[in-house]
């Protein structure tokens, strides 16, 4: 795999370039010395523990802390029965204040179950990866969706007879983002086939965050469920349409659920997906007039990941799904699916109390809960999304270790030690007594090389564009400078010039720091300007790449599979203004360079 040219550029493409008489300067010429140094971050909250073992049913953790008007809380503990689940506020977390008064009381419903994305979901209570019967911490496999997203579970059933060539089935759901949806009906005229998703489901959200709408047969394939030995398609006895009584037929002999080859699902259904009337989605089955079957009632799940329903080239799992696929019986797989959902819903009570100023929060794990909650975290901040952004993969700062084994302890040292820090990336300088060097505020970037410095860290191509205009420039660095590490150039600054420099905020799609279009001034008066200037400089945004959250982006340069990755913004050079909570991460000094 192709690695970020942020990460890989070599010392040798880092030459200073100009003619620069260290020795004999003049009064109107100063040597000038430029420090960049990445600073750490430390997080403008506080945060501590909640709890120290496990709530099991009927037991309650809590936590005490102080904090004024403007104060958010988030929290994270895990769902202990789960492989990657925790209950959380939104990534934003709870303002603490409402109309200028504590928030008090029951904050249940401002809590949710969230999947980390970091860990493949088994069945909840049961999975041999999950943390009460996990060999080590950190086990199981990888989830194939990264993101977090809501634990949003809704299970139905559909039809209430077979729907016959010609006609129609429907039902409407709700689902948030992250979520997929499976399904299974019967193929009737078969021993055991049925129409269903893929196993984790169909993915109801487009990488985009848009909803999935329009047709999605050729995500629906037809299914042998390996309990029922073939017959003739729509001639055998043992058929449901010709059967003497339900769950007849020999077994078997392959008992493996695989799907079947020699009938495309395409031939006798169709499937959509649009907006539903009443709820979000609404998804169709129209059983197409020259269809050789019908197809019967059915049962439907919504899920943030796993295989409820089955998991293919393994035996079917006598949940329900052999019911359906025999026999066109719904009901024994739609209650075990209602049974699943059910275990999601109503484990814990979460609420507030406040007393001079000292709040108290306290989560309960009810009494009929199906699983413990493990010891978790709060934080206090002023904004931003301190834990997870919804919809985006997890940090890497301890929230995994949280969601999947009840370890808080390396999130809570992420979070005290400097959250979301950044490198900056090797750099351009340059002299000019010109002003808007290389780009202007609020216009489209020139496309002389400032997009591959702010999205890859490549300083060449602008280095290169300016000296071909003849400006006096240079570069800077031969590797990412990380937290405490610095940049050091020298430049003769005349009467009149003007300092631009841009070095990427390494953890961004597309920022980087540097002056204002009319660069920094080095001169005022009679002497040079020494000391620091950190307040001159911005973090801006290059307008070149859409932005994802920072330290997280899978188009950013420490994770992108190659240099100029991830979607176009088509925007203009700004300063950044992205909703996005940033660290201040640089400073910068200047200082005279003495004989």
């Given at each position: 795999m192709k690695r970020a040219v942020f990460w890989t550029i070599a010392a040798a493409s880092f030459a200073v370039v100009g003619c620069i008489d260290i020795n004999h300067p003049t009064d109107s010429e100063k040597m000038l010395r430029v420090t960049i140094t990445t600073v750490p971050h430390s997080f403008s909250g506080n945060a501590g523990a909640i709890g120290t073992s496990p709530a099991l049913p009927g037991s309650s953790n809590s936590a005490t802390f102080s904090a004024t008007q403007g104060t958010r809380l988030s929290f994270a503990a895990m769902f202990g029965q789960s492989n990657d689940?925790?209950?959380?506020a939104a990534p934003e977390g709870i303002d603490l204040y409402e109309n200028g008064q504590p928030l008090t009381g029951d904050i249940t419903e401002k809590v949710g179950l969230w999947d980390a994305g970091t860990e493949a979901d088994?069945?909840?209570?049961?999975?041999?990866?999950?943390?009460?019967?996990?060999?080590?911490?950190?086990?199981?496999?990888?989830?194939?969706?990264?993101?977090?997203?809501?634990?949003?579970?809704?299970?139905?059933?559909?039809?209430?007879?077979?729907?016959?060539?010609?006609?129609?089935?429907?039902?409407?759901?709700?689902?948030?983002?992250g979520s997929k949806l499976a399904f299974a009906m019967m193929y009737g005229q078969s021993n055991d086939w049925f129409y269903g998703t893929a196993p984790a489901g169909i993915d109801l959200y487009k990488d985009d965050g848009g909803m999935l709408e329009g047709d999605v047969t050729?995500?629906?394939?037809?299914?042998?469920a390996g309990t029922e030995a073939d017959e003739p398609i729509g001639s055998g006895p043992n058929q449901a349409p010709r059967q003497s009584a339900p769950d007849t037929g020999p077994a078997d002999s392959n008992t493996m659920i695989r799907m079947v080859t020699d009938t495309a699902a395409g031939d006798n259904i169709r499937v959509s997906l649009a907006a539903g009337s009443e709820k979000a989605f609404r998804l169709?089955?129209?059983?197409?007039?020259?269809?050789?079957?019908?197809?019967?009632?059915?049962?439907?799940?919504?899920?943030?990941?796993?295989?409820?329903?089955?998991t293919e080239d393994m035996p079917d799992r006598g949940y329900g799904l052999e019911r359906i696929a025999e026999d066109g019986n719904n009901g024994p797989l739609s209650e075990k699916l209602a049974e699943y959902v059910a275990q999601t819903k109503?484990?814990?009570?979460?609420?507030?109390?406040?007393?001079?100023?000292?709040?108290?929060?306290?989560?309960?794990?009810?009494?009929?809960?199906?699983?413990?909650?493990?010891?978790?975290?709060?934080?206090?901040?002023?904004?931003?999304?301190?834990?997870?952004?919804?919809?985006?993969p997890d940090r890497g700062k301890g929230l995994e270790h949280l969601a999947?084994?009840?370890?808080?302890?390396?999130?809570?040292?992420?979070l005290e030690t400097g959250a979301m820090s950044t490198p900056l990336s090797p750099g351009v300088w340059a002299l000019s007594k010109k002003v808007m060097v290389y780009f202007t505020e609020n216009e489209k970037d020139?496309?002389?090389?400032?997009?591959?410095?702010?999205?890859?860290?490549?300083?060449?191509?602008?280095?290169?564009?300016?000296?071909?205009?003849?400006?006096?420039?240079g570069t800077f660095g031969s590797a990412p400078a990380k937290i405490g590490d610095s940049f050091t150039f020298t430049v003769s600054a005349h009467r009149g010039d003007r300092l631009y420099f841009?070095?990427?905020?390494?953890?961004?799609?597309?920022?980087?720091?540097?002056?204002?279009?009319?660069?920094?001034?080095?001169?005022?008066?009679?002497?040079?300007?020494?000391?620091?200037?950190?307040?001159?400089?911005?973090?801006?945004?290059?307008?070149?790449?859409?932005?994802?959250?920072?330290?997280?982006?899978?188009?950013q340069a420490p994770r992108q599979s190659a240099p100029n990755t991830g979607p176009d913004e088509m925007g203009v050079v700004h300063i950044v203004n992205d909703g996005f909570v940033y660290p201040q991460a640089i400073k910068v000094t200047i200082d005279e360079v003495m004989n």
């Open positions: 689940w925790f209950y959380a088994q069945e909840t209570g049961k999975g041999s990866d999950q943390a009460p019967r996990q060999s080590s911490p950190n086990t199981g496999a990888a989830d194939p969706d990264r993101r977090v997203r809501k634990v949003m579970l809704s299970s139905g059933t559909f039809g209430t007879g077979p729907t016959l060539p010609g006609s129609s089935v429907s039902f409407e759901f709700d689902a948030s983002v050729g995500m629906v394939g037809l299914y042998d169709a089955i129209d059983v197409l007039p020259g269809s050789k079957t019908p197809v019967s009632p059915g049962a439907w799940i919504v899920t943030s990941g796993g295989e409820p329903i089955f109503d484990n814990i009570a979460v609420s507030l109390a406040h007393d001079n100023g000292v709040f108290t929060l306290t989560i309960t794990t009810k009494d009929n809960s199906v699983t413990p909650i493990a010891p978790g975290l709060w934080i206090l901040d002023e904004g931003g999304t301190p834990i997870f952004e919804e919809g985006m999947e084994d009840g370890d808080a302890s390396s999130l809570m040292a992420a020139y496309g002389k090389g400032l997009e591959h410095l702010a999205e890859d860290g490549n300083p060449a191509p602008l280095h290169d564009s300016l000296m071909s205009e003849g400006i006096e420039t841009a070095t990427m905020f390494g953890q961004s799609n597309d920022l980087f720091y540097s002056p204002g279009e009319d660069g920094l001034a080095l001169w005022e008066g009679d002497e040079p300007v020494t000391g620091d200037v950190t307040s001159r400089i911005r973090l801006w945004d290059a307008g070149t790449e859409v932005n994802e959250i920072p330290g997280a982006g899978m188009y």
